[in-house]
């Protein structure tokens, strides 16, 4: 298990992170973003999608719609679970309309999406407050397929 901590002290080192994290991703992967309401996953997000080349503007947090899809380098589903009580509200779901088989899938809220996983590349992303203006992410991975990602990320980080 190979693990990092990031301190996120500004929108501009936010973005920096997620847009370097985007050059490292590959299609089969899957982000889970864990943390609190207001914890800066959306946020990590639109900066994620952009770095892979989708318009950020459209990047919404599919609270009620549970999916969105973005075009980009590779096709992005963002999947959002907040709204569910229990896993079984996923099951009138097939797996190809949550996970983007050839392209990247984020998922805000998943601990319901945990049961559909298999064998997938997966990263975890925990995201916690430490004040109005910062944020700490650890991110979590036992694949090696990261490895490069970590390595990068463990660079210094500027804003420039």
């Known amino acids: 298990m190979r693990k990092l901590i990031i301190e996120l002290n500004s929108l501009e080192i936010t973005d920096t992170v997620a847009r370097k994290m985007a050059a490292h991703l590959f299609p089969g992967v899957i982000l889970l973003l864990w943390g609190s309401m207001g914890a800066g996953k959306t946020t990590f997000a639109k900066s994620l999608c952009a770095g892979l080349g989708a318009n950020p503007e459209i990047v919404t947090s599919p609270t009620y719609t549970l999916v969105n899809m973005y075009p980009a380098h590779l096709s992005i589903f963002h999947v959002d679970l907040y709204r569910l009580t229990d896993p079984e509200q996923l099951d009138d779901f097939d797996r190809e309309d949550l996970i983007a088989e050839e392209g990247l899938t984020l998922v805000e809220w998943p601990e319901y999406i945990l049961n559909y996983l298999t064998d997938e590349t997966v990263l975890n992303l925990l ?9 700490r ?6 694949y090696s397929e ?3 990602l970590f390595d990068t990320l463990e660079q210094p980080i500027s804003s420039q």
């Open 127 to 135: 995201f916690e407050t430490v004040s109005e203006n910062q944020r």
């Open 137 to 142: 992410l650890s991110l979590e991975s036992e």
């Open 146 to 148: 990261f490895d490069i």
